[in-house]
């Protein structure tokens, strides 16, 4: 999951929605849940649901040639009215993991408020940025929130079904996954805002030493793709090492918002405060998403790679960084993209893969979905449906990606499917002459422990390889041990040991030990030139 600062996002590198609709994927990645609605609907005497004739699937529109919030708005406005004959025309039927429309249970919306609903509105960002020099506070004006979603080739719109006077509740707050064509693929309860309300107190990691760091609000790249970005610097003379954060898939902030926690604000604020420089920045999806979203040809490189060159350029620019110690540390999507960002600029100094997939991109995807549907060791018909609709994803991603075949599948866009025949991570990666940082947490259900060896198989044998597994840490690598569930509504903060290995990764020696077993990992250890045996991770 991540929003502009003030908001929230539901992220994980492969995003799982589990809504009234499509059960799918981020972007983010400290995972809130999208919780399916099971209510039992009131019976009525002709459900609109049997009446309603959605529209077929177009596949020659123009991508998203269409006023993305009007449409969110005019569906939210239907379930207001109770018109569900109109809100269930707008869905895309082939995309449910129901039997029929019924299976949607729209009606739930007005069971679950009590029949008390007054008007829809869309989400809007209500956050300020702190300038820490000067102790002011800058605010930043009303924005709706609006994303793109290239994985699916999907914008993603929140709106908030506000309840009458009558109610004390702030309203219920809903996730819409649009198509290209206009249609509604996902609908999707976000638990997390419904039961939080607006997330505003963001406390700051017990690591961080707000004394011992200034920030400045940066502008990323060149029109008409300029990004707002927040450069975290360490007080004092010194010519000090940096770090650009490269965001995960969907769309993220600056701050990897997701609930009630802020990753990216954590990585920045702790490693400030042990003396190394951080760059992060609002992701094109998020600050332009509708603007990319109709681009036919968009790909990775103009979703991670560009910008984080940008940065890269901008951080050398910068008075006391040390433009011969910028590294880059990719979470996430950003991780699987980050070998192709060090083989456009070779004066990176360093790759840091935080959580990131290894591996085919697609195959990874759909490996990591449907083990989250199977996790229960039950598999209920809905889930199923959602499975059997994830293997027709599965087939035209991989009718692309090994035949170049153009799928009819309005979740699949070619050119960024395309993109990446052939390119794994690992290999990329192997050939860099610089050194390389991978870590990993035990808890993470986004990316396998599969990926994570991958890196090792793909790496092993490096010497300046290390790698580092934390035990209870998520796929954010917050720290959720000793923390009960349910995580999303935790403010949970990224693990101090984290912070502590990068920046003495970051300083040299660090670590020092092979990698020869599994058990060496929780400690932090080196590609070296021993025999890899494996572990309980990796029977």
Not at 35 to 54: G, K
Not at 111 to 126: C, F, I, P, Y
Not at 511 to 530: H, N, R
């Amino acid at each position: 999951m991540r929003l502009r600062p003030g908001t929230w996002r539901l992220r994980a590198f492969w995003r799982l929605h589990v809504g009234v609709a499509l059960a799918f994927g981020l972007f983010s990645s400290g995972l809130a849940a999208l919780v399916a609605l099971t209510l039992v609907v009131n019976a009525v005497t002709v459900p609109a649901c049997e009446e309603a004739t959605p529209a077929p699937p177009d596949f020659e529109v123009a991508p998203f040639a269409f006023d993305p919030e009007a449409r969110a708005l005019a569906f939210g406005q239907a379930l207001v009215d109770q018109d569900y004959h109109r809100a269930y025309t707008m869905l895309a039927p082939e995309l449910l993991p129901y039997a029929s429309l019924c299976g949607v249970r729209l009606e739930n919306f007005q069971t679950l408020t009590g029949n008390g609903l007054a008007k829809v509105e869309l989400v809007t960002t209500q956050g300020w940025h702190s300038n820490r020099e000067h102790g002011t506070r800058v605010d930043v004006p009303p924005a709706p929130v609006l994303g793109f979603e290239p994985t699916y080739d999907e914008l993603e719109v929140i709106i908030r079904l506000v309840l009458d006077q009558s109610s004390a509740h702030p309203g219920i707050y809903v996730q819409l996954a649009l198509l290209r064509d206009g249609r509604i693929s996902r609908v999707a309860l976000l638990q997390t805002l419904t039961e939080m309300g607006l997330v505003e107190d963001f406390p700051p990691p017990p690591y961080a030493d707000p004394t011992a760091f200034a920030e400045t609000e940066v502008v990323i790249g060149q029109a008409p793709w300029k990004l707002g970005g927040t450069l975290t610097v360490p007080r004092g003379p010194a010519a000090f090492p940096a770090v650009v954060l490269v965001p995960g898939s969907g769309y993220d902030d600056r701050d990897g918002t997701s609930g009630a926690t802020k990753a990216f604000r954590d990585l920045a604020w702790g490693l400030a405060s042990q003396g190394v420089a951080v760059l992060r920045y609002d992701k094109r999806t998020l600050t332009h998403a509708l603007a990319v979203a109709r681009q036919p040809d968009f790909t990775i490189d103009a979703e991670l790679v560009d910008d984080a060159l940008a940065a890269v350029e901008l951080l050398r620019q910068m008075p006391r960084i040390d433009p011969a110690r910028v590294y880059v540390l990719g979470a996430s999507l950003g991780g699987f993209a980050a070998p192709r960002i060090a083989q456009r600029d070779p004066e990176i100094a360093g790759l840091i893969f935080y959580s990131a997939p290894s591996g085919r991109y697609w195959e990874r995807f759909v490996a990591s979905l449907q083990r989250r549907h199977e996790a229960d060791g039950t598999v209920t018909e809905v889930e199923q449906r959602s499975l059997d609709n994830l293997g027709g994803y599965a087939a035209a991603v991989g009718a692309l990606v090994d035949a170049g075949v153009p799928p009819r599948d309005l979740r699949v866009r070619a050119a960024y499917h395309a993109d990446f025949a052939g390119y794994r991570p690992e290999e990329a990666a192997r050939d860099l002459p610089i050194p390389l940082l991978i870590l990993h947490g035990t808890d993470d259900a986004s990316v396998s422990p599969d990926d994570f060896f991958g890196w090792i198989d793909g790496l092993h044998g490096r010497a300046d390889a290390a790698f580092r597994l934390y035990e209870g840490h998520n796929h954010s690598l917050l720290d959720g041990r000793g923390v009960a569930p349910p995580y999303y509504l935790a403010r949970l903060h990224v693990g101090a040991a984290v912070i502590t290995d990068i920046a003495a990764w970051l300083a040299g020696g660090w670590p020092d030990q092979p990698c020869p077993d599994g058990q060496t990992l929780y400690a932090g250890c080196s590609g070296g030139p021993a025999a890899f045996r494996g572990s309980y991770l990796n029977p």
